[in-house]
Structures are given as structure tokens and as C-alpha cells.
């Protein structure tokens, strides 16, 4: 069965840190995997989605992630934070096949500090 | 423009009342699905619909129910019988079932009074 970690339910940075948000999946085949970002009261907007091609997926606003099978990860991650970017951030696995949905993960909030 | 349009953005309920959310979405799109979200929760499924006129249950359907007569349109009913039905619903689409990137609407929020 799939299943999805987020690693830290909240996460603080200064504004021009790194940000590192952890991400680990479970599937028995190739999954494909996606990064949302829910602003307060919004619904959930794609970052970026990896579905087999390259390992190293770039999205919008700045983020990109990193498909790594031996680790099974997929973190998202982002050079320098913006005040713009706190917000809650999920992980998402699914599998090719028909009939499935998407499992989530419980989220992370980033925090942003200036 | 478009998208998914969820109505009302928040809703309010006697407990013992059903409530029907509504969800519409002009993307052309096969297969429509919705979750509910809880704080810390993430999103849990309730149901999902890969094609008109058929529909599936997902991990928290008990006291929910929907149907799918039109391919833009997929209603979803809080019944009395969830007993804890406060929550945050997001309903979404994608083109396809599967690993399809699902679009969301903006969501709407229900309290029971």
C-alpha cells in the first residue's frame, strides 16, 4: 500500500535561508509524486510533479525537488525563502495504474521570518 | 477562465441536518474526487469519480454521500450520520483517474452549530 511521511510538521526559517521540506514515500511500483502548496483558507495549488523522467524536477516560485529511489525521498527544496512562501506544503504519492487516487501527506508549515 | 468553483465558501449547520456542497469544474475533465481536511490531518478521501454515473468510496465515506449525472458537476452531502462533521472540504479534479495532477477549488468550510 502507498503511504506518504512528511518528516516536521512545521518548519521556521529566515527570510533568505534554505528551505528544506522532507518528504518520504511508500510503494510497491514506480510512484509518481507531487508537491502542493495551500495558502490559509485556499485550496491546494501543484508546485511540481515527478513522473519518471528526471530525477531532479524544478516547479514554480523558485522550489524543486529531488527523486531519490534509494532513499525514497522526495524532498522540496528552495535556495532562498520568501516571506511569500509560508504557507502549508504537502506530498502526494500515487501509482500508474487506474483506479487510484492520491495519498497525502499530513502536511508541513513553513514559517518565514524576517 | 477555467477551473473549479466550490459554493458556499462557508457553511453552517444544525446538527441532525443535511447539507449538500456543491462542486463544478468547466476543465473538461473525467475524474472529479473529494477530501476533507482537518487540522494536522492532511487530506483524507471520501469519495472520487472517474466517469459519470459511477463513483467509489474513499478511506472516510461513512456519513457522506455524492452522486455524478453530469460530467461538470459532482455534489457532495454531509449526513447526520458523520458524527464529526466540522471541517474543512476540497473538492478536485484531474484528467483522468490515476496519477493525473488533480486541480482543487477553494475549498468550504462547515461548522456545525
Known amino acids: 500500500a502507498q503511504s506518504v511521511t512528511q518528516l516536521g510538521s512545521h518548519v521556521s526559517v529566515s527570510e533568505g535561508a534554505l528551505v528544506l521540506l522532507r518528504c518520504n514515500y511508500s510503494?510497491?511500483?514506480?510512484?509518481?509524486l507531487f508537491w502542493y502548496v495551500q495558502y490559509p483558507n485556499q485550496g491546494l495549488q501543484l508546485l511540481l510533479k515527478?513522473?519518471?523522467?528526471?530525477?531532479l524536477v524544478k516547479g514554480i516560485n523558485g522550489f524543486e525537488a529531488e527523486f531519490k529511489k534509494s532513499e525514497t525521498s522526495f524532498h522540496l527544496t528552495k535556495p532562498s525563502a520568501h516571506m511569500s512562501d509560508a504557507a502549508e506544503y504537502f506530498c502526494?504519492?500515487?501509482?500508474?495504474?487506474?483506479?487510484?487516487?492520491?495519498?497525502f501527506g499530513k502536511g508541513t508549515t513553513l514559517s518565514v521570518s524576517s | 477562465d477555467g477551473g473549479i468553483t466550490q459554493s458556499p465558501k462557508y457553511l453552517f449547520r444544525k446538527e441532525g441536518q443535511n447539507v449538500t456542497l456543491s462542486c463544478e469544474q468547466n476543465?473538461?475533465?473525467?475524474?472529479m474526487y473529494w477530501y476533507r481536511q482537518d487540522p494536522g490531518q492532511g487530506l483524507r478521501l471520501i469519495y472520487y469519480?472517474?466517469?459519470?454515473?459511477?463513483?467509489q468510496k474513499g478511506d472516510i465515506a461513512e456519513g457522506y454521500s455524492v452522486s455524478r449525472e453530469k460530467k461538470e458537476s459532482f455534489p457532495l452531502t454531509v449526513t447526520s450520520a458523520q458524527k464529526n462533521p466540522t471541517a474543512f472540504y476540497l473538492c478536485?479534479?484531474?484528467?483522468?483517474?490515476?496519477?493525473?495532477?488533480?486541480?482543487f477549488g477553494p475549498g468550504t468550510r462547515l461548522t456545525v452549530l
Open positions: 515527478y513522473t519518471s523522467a528526471a530525477t
Open positions: 478536485a479534479s484531474s484528467q483522468t483517474g490515476g496519477p493525473d495532477t488533480q486541480y
Open positions: 476543465l473538461n475533465h473525467d475524474a
Open positions: 502526494a504519492v500515487s501509482e500508474e495504474r487506474a483506479g487510484t487516487a492520491l495519498i
Open positions: 469519480s472517474q466517469i459519470v454515473n459511477d463513483f
Open positions: 510503494s510497491s511500483v514506480p510512484p509518481y
